[in-house]
């Protein structure tokens, strides 16, 4: 501290000390804190606020419904007045979403059945009183829920509930995304690794240009664009298709194209094209402090290629591999995009898909959260199982 | 393992560049010999070594170690060891991994490894050394090590490229000795690359002096410096005294030739005809000063020389004299006797003896002396 005063000064020293403070707030305390504070307080979906909630919803789905049955016959009541009668009604707003699936929601919205004037008066009459009833309910209900919330509230524990009322099919999903995302940092390395060492070891600096522009330039578009030109290429009816088509080997038209999308395979894919980078360039970096009479001293001593890698290059390199493994294991454990795009919903979930909808589709977020930790803490103990295999400090990462 | 001969048949290199960096060359280096190639910086050394260990193929001629062609064949494959400028040890292995390496690229087993390991660390004085990190051993330590390594395999031929020029000065001079002694137990044959005169005269049987790919004289350590060959030899090896001239006559190995200093006589090393320029040379140590005795030295077969004395160091057993004749600057080195008496006259008459005056066709002289 007074190091810092003597050589930046009272003022800087402060605005440094102020930005790393509100850093670590912010970026680490904060939410880390409440994610963690949520990921152990259980809210439980089975008692009587969320059962009232869900009466709520449903109640207001049903009303809205009748409204929208209502306008149509007024509309058609209205049409019928009108000279040019027997033109379609393109009057009826269109229905949302929310009634589908929804239970008990009676007749589907869609366009009112058309009636005689004296039938459509009955039921004019009949949906009034149907949605007087209705908003009786929404009060009471919004009243009791008022009540029972504020006890709720008082009743919110911690637990590890969360974490243990996840169901088997989610640890599964757990388990095989952690195994998924290793299968992609493995796949990472298999291809990194020679495209980094020869990067590393051309003696041409045109080359190492060329293959170092190559490789960052996809980079410059955005990751959505890259993972849909990715689907566009493997789609049904895309790039690859076509080729194959045009290449004889089936029939496009016959509808034999290979459905490549929605498949771990094709996940995997458009993860490692999407994450090279985090992993060629540690490993690039490494091997390019290698001194390059270690190659030649250990081919002149009769080494194999493969043993000068795994003798030599390799443990060179280890920083630099685990820096990058790391990095491709976390990124694609996490991410979203690539499996929901490429995906489909038809492959397999991955855990990130299954923390978007605990938040956004359950509106659990204790349990998005508790999820989330889940996740996280999965991916700490990897990278020090990581460090532990490649015995590097995080020193040697910070390289 | 015993050593083979190297037989480079018309070898050179041209560089992908355009560059070439040895002109085609012709050079035997026998089985068990020490063999230096000595040149300054650049001259194409490293690049003979490489082309004889094979990590560099040459553009034109081949090279046998033995009996066997080595043109195609990999650096994994041939007969050879190179002891890298830098060493290149590996500093994740243990020293006794490094030394074993070789070992381990032919698959024997641990317990083999390990044994010749320590027998090889016994040769290079290292005993106990084996489980230490390269890096935890001194400069000298780290050279015996590299030595080791390259020996582990048994090569019949052992490249050494400048391996002991980031060492200082005493430890260069004790790894010379161990060096050659090495090399007396092993009877590998040595090719030794060095800028370093001193250590090319002091361990071989045989020095190569080099010079922009070219290689300009082969012979014994004394051959090199008492009958250099080209006027490049002559300067990089110890040093000389050039005066310029034209030859005016020769006899048998009789040469004279007219300086601007008068008629000087000499050795013709070159073949030189009448009318030819010439460089004279002689070195610093062959000059004596007359002392005012002039008389007769024709008769003693000494060229005399009238010179002015700029400088005088005295260097303990050496004295040091630095004077002008005209535009050559002339070096004369002397014992001290004790009694050695520098008269501080404006001109001082030198003598040295035709026999020690070599007449060389003019050509690239030194520029680098090491
Ligand atoms: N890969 C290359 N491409 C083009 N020219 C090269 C290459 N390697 C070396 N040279 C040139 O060839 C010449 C000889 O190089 P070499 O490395 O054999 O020199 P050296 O005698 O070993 O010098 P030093 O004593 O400095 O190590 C040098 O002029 C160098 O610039
Ligand atoms: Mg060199």
Redesign the interface.
């Known amino acids: 501290m007074h190091a810092l005063i003597k050589t930046y000064g009272r003022g800087l020293t402060v605005l440094f000390v102020a930005l790393v403070a509100a850093w670590v707030l912010l970026m680490i305390l904060v939410p880390g804190v409440r994610t963690i504070q949520r990921a152990f307080i259980y809210e439980d979906r089975a008692g009587e606020t969320a059962m009232i909630a869900i009466e709520i919803d449903r109640a207001y789905t049903e009303k809205f419904q009748l409204d929208q049955e209502a306008a149509d016959l007024h509309a058609q009541a209205e049409a019928e007045s009108a000279p040019s009668s027997g033109v379609p009604s393109f009057g009826a707003p269109s229905m949302g979403g929310p009634t589908i699936g929804v239970p008990g929601a009676g007749p589907s919205g869609g366009a009112a059945a058309r009636l005689s004037p004296a039938d459509r008066d009955a039921r004019l009459a009949e949906i009034a009183a149907k949605v007087a009833t209705l908003e009786g309910r929404i009060a009471d209900l919004e009243a009791r829920e008022d009540t029972s919330s504020g006890e709720a509230g008082m009743k919110e524990r911690y637990s590890f509930e969360n974490f243990t009322t996840m169901s088997m099919v989610h640890v599964r999903i757990f388990v095989l995304t952690l195994f998924y995302a290793l299968c992609v940092t493995v796949l990472s390395f298999l291809i990194c690794y020679p495209v980094a060492f020869v990067a590393a070891t051309t003696r041409s600096k045109g080359k190492l240009t060329v293959m170092l522009l190559l490789l960052v330039i996809p980079y410059a578009i955005n990751e959505l664009l890259r993972i849909f030109s990715w689907v566009m290429i493997l789609e049904k009816n895309g790039i690859l298709n076509s080729l194959f088509d045009a290449l004889g080997f089936i029939d496009l038209e016959a509808g034999e194209g290979i459905r490549f999308v929605a498949s771990n395979g094709a996940v995997f894919l458009v993860m490692v094209y999407a994450y090279v980078l985090f992993m060629v360039f540690p490993i690039y970096n490494t091997i390019d402090t290698l001194d390059p009479n270690q190659l030649e001293a250990a081919r002149d001593l009769g080494a194999s290629s493969w043993r000068i890698h795994t003798r030599v290059v390799i443990p060179h390199a280890k920083p630099g591999i685990a820096v990058g493994a790391i990095m491709t294991f976390m990124l694609s454990a996490g991410s979203i995009a690539a499996p929901e795009i490429v995906g489909r919903g038809l492959h397999p979930d991955w855990f990130s898909q299954l923390i978007y909808r605990r938040f956004f589709e359950a509106d659990s977020w204790n349990q998005g959260s508790a999820y989330s930790l889940a996740l996280l803490v999965a991916c700490v103990i990897f990278i020090f199982a990581t460090m532990r295999i490649f015995k590097v400090g995080i020193r040697d990462i910070a390289k | 393992m015993a050593g083979q001969d190297v037989v480079l048949q018309n070898v050179s290199m041209v560089y992908p560049n355009g560059f070439t960096a040895v002109h085609p060359t012709d050079l035997t280096i026998k089985a068990g010999e020490f063999f230096s190639i000595l040149g300054p910086s650049g001259c194409g050394k490293t690049t003979i070594l490489r082309m004889i ?3 560099l193929e040459p553009s034109s001629g081949t090279i046998s170690i033995g009996d066997t062609v080595m043109n195609g064949i ?4 041939r007969p ?3 002891i ?3 060493l ?3 500093p ?2 243990s020293v006794w991994e490094n030394i074993a ?2 070992l ?3 698959g024997e087993s641990k317990a083999k490894r390990r044994k010749r390991a320590e027998e090889l660390l016994d040769l290079v004085a290292l005993t106990g050394q084996g489980e230490k990190k390269p890096t935890e051993l001194s400069g000298g330590q780290r050279q015996r090590v590299a030595i080791a ?2 020996l ?2 048994e090569p019949s031929v052992l490249l050494l490229d400048e391996p002991l020029s980031a060492l200082d000065l005493k430890l260069r001079q004790h790894m010379r000795a161990e060096l050659k002694a090495i090399q007396r137990k092993t009877n590998v044959t040595f090719i030794y690359i060095t800028h370093d005169q001193g250590e090319a005269l002091a361990m071989s049987d045989r020095v190569a002096v080099m010079n922009e790919g070219r290689i300009e004289q082969v012979s014994s350590a004394e051959g090199i410096y008492n009958r250099p060959e080209t006027a490049f030899a002559a300067t990089f090896v110890g040093e000389q005294n050039v005066f310029r001239g034209r030859v005016v006559a020769t006899e048998g190995e009789g040469i004279s030739v007219e300086t601007e200093h008068g008629l000087l006589h000499g050795v013709n090393r070159n073949a030189l005809t009448p009318g030819e320029e010439a460089l004279v040379m002689v070195r610093p140590e062959q000059i004596e000063l007359m002392n005012g005795n002039a008389m007769g030295a024709a008769e003693r077969g000494l060229n005399t020389l009238s010179a002015r004395l700029e400088r005088r160091d005295l260097e303990g057993a050496l004295i040091n004299l630095y004077l002008r004749a005209g535009d050559y600057p002339v070096h004369v080195n002397m014992h001290n006797t004790g009694e050695t008496h520098v008269p501080g006259e404006q001109a001082i008459a030198l003598g040295f003896h035709w026999r020690h005056t070599v007449m060389m066709r003019p050509g690239n002289l030194a520029k680098e002396r090491a």
């Open positions: 260990s094979g990590f990999g650096p994994n494959k050879t060891a190179l890298f400028q830098n290149a040890l590996f994740l292995m390496f070789g381990e690229a032919r390594r390259a582990a395999v």
